[in-house]
C-alpha cells in the first residue's frame, strides 16, 4: 500500500518570503498523480497544484510551486512571496491511475504566516 | 465553476441515532467518494462509487456504512448507529472522467459530524 509522509507538522514563514513544505511518499507503481491540497480553517479541502509522474516538468500555478524528485519519492511545495491568506493546514497526497483512484493523505503540515 | 455541495454543514447527534449525509456533485462527474477526517488527524478515505456500486472501501467503511445514489444526482452516506468515534468532519468529493476531464477529485465543503 501506498504511504505519504510529511515530517514538518508546523512551518511558519515570513510574510512575502518564501517557503518550502516537504512531502516524500512510497509506491512500487511507476505512475501515478500527486497533489497539495491547502484546508483553511473553514476545513474546506481546497487544491493547490498537481503532479502527473510521467512528467519531468514540476508543475508551476503562480506562486506555487512543486520539486518532483521521482527516483527520491519526494514531493515538496514551494510557496513564494507568501500572504497572510496562504496560511492553512497543507496536504500532500498521492493517486493510483489504477482502481478506484482514491487518495492517500500525509499527516500535513499547518503554515502560519507572520506579518 | 461548478462546485460540490454538502448538507448539512453541521450535525449533532445522539450515540446510537442514524445519520445520511448528502451531497451534490458536479453534474458530469462520475466518480464519487467519501472521506473522513478526525479533528487534528489526515484525511482518511473511506469509499468510492462509480456506476452505482462500490468500487473500493476501506477498513473503515464497515456495515455501520452505506451509499447511495437515490435520485441518481445526490450521492449520501448513511451511518446506521453512531458511535462516538465516528465525530469527524465527512467530506464528498467527485472526479470527472473523459477525454476532456481534469482528472482531479473536487472537494465538498465538507459535514461536522458530532456524535453526543
Known amino acids: 500500500a501506498q504511504t505519504v509522509t510529511q515530517s514538518q507538522p508546523e512551518m511558519s514563514v515570513q510574510e512575502a518570503e518564501t517557503v518550502t513544505l516537504s512531502c516524500t511518499y512510497d509506491?512500487?507503481?511507476?505512475?501515478?498523480?500527486l497533489f497539495w491540497y491547502k484546508q483553511p480553517p473553514s476545513r474546506q479541502m481546497i487544491l493547490v497544484i498537481r503532479q502527473e509522474a510521467y512528467k519531468q516538468q514540476n508543475a508551476t500555478e503562480n506562486r506555487f510551486s512543486v520539486n518532483f524528485q521521482k527516483a527520491a519519492k519526494s514531493f515538496s511545495l514551494k510557496i513564494s512571496d507568501s500572504q497572510l491568506g496562504d496560511a492553512a493546514m497543507y496536504f500532500c497526497a498521492y493517486r493510483s491511475v489504477q482502481g478506484a483512484q482514491k487518495l492517500v493523505f500525509g499527516q500535513g503540515t499547518r503554515l502560519t504566516i507572520n506579518p | 465553476e461548478p462546485e460540490v455541495t454538502q448538507t448539512p454543514s453541521h450535525q449533532v447527534t445522539q450515540m446510537g441515532q442514524e445519520v445520511i449525509l448528502r451531497c451534490v456533485p458536479i453534474?458530469?462527474?462520475?466518480?464519487f467518494y467519501w472521506y473522513r477526517q478526525i479533528l487534528g488527524q489526515k484525511v482518511e478515505f473511506l469509499v468510492s462509487f462509480y456506476n452505482n456500486e462500490i468500487s473500493e472501501k476501506s477498513e473503515i467503511f464497515d456495515d455501520q456504512f452505506s451509499v447511495e445514489r437515490p435520485d441518481g444526482s445526490n450521492f449520501t452516506l448513511k451511518i446506521r448507529s453512531t458511535k462516538l468515534e465516528d465525530s469527524a468532519m465527512y467530506f464528498c468529493a467527485n472526479r470527472d472522467f473523459g477525454f476532456a476531464s481534469t482528472d482531479t477529485q473536487y472537494f465538498g465543503p465538507g459535514t461536522r459530524l458530532t456524535v453526543l
Open positions: 453534474s458530469n462527474h462520475l466518480y
Open positions: 509506491t512500487s507503481e511507476s505512475d501515478y498523480y
